[in-house]
């Protein structure tokens, strides 16, 4: 078996989904001793922004530039790993009602055309990743977001990521969510406590 361990935050040792991916993933391991973990740190290590010379080489265009090839090759080892995952953890704080940038850019290289989906003539969605993978996600984010809040509406985070799991043909998602980190020690405190509980629990 195989694990996918992805993070995002750009806050470092102060993230709050670092701490909860590394957690997740230690009880993974215990549930499935043996398994093979891969890892990416995409606020350290990110992907670059698609742009024109990245369509051109995926069209079969000449690669100009050792940047470029470099980032091709990355992308193409962040779809292996996708394909091959068992179970992905991503950490995905979020940023300005999405997810950070490093992680929309991680996206961009796994929904592609022909890689991982395409359309028939007839307008129909085929995808190509294996369906039985496990996609858990430690999301975080400073306010609340849940339904009947006055933020309600700004949610772009797990409805996005949702939305991107789902569209790839991926449906075991399991959130994992500390929210209103912003808030005062006490509520901090207990949203930390209740994904600690959460992380436990799809564990056993
Ligand atoms: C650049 C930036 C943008 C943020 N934008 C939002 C936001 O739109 N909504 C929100 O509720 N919290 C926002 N936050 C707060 C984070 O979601 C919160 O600090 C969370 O703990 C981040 O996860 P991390 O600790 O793993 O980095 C933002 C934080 C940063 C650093």
Redesign the pocket.
Known sequence: MKLLHIDS???GT?????TLTAEIVRCQKALHPGIEVSYRDLAADPALHLSDAHVAAWAGGIVEGAALCSDLETGQEYLSELFEADIVVI?A?????SVPSQLKAWIDRVVVAGQTFEYSESGELETFLPSGKKIIIAS????VYQPGTPTAAHEHHENYLRSVFSFLGLHDVTVVRAEG??FDRDTRDAAIRQARFEIAAIAI
Do not use: C, D, K
């Open positions: 935050s750009i806050l102060q993230s709050v989904s670092r950490g704080p979020m940023y300005n009602f975080t984010r400073g306010n980190l912003a």
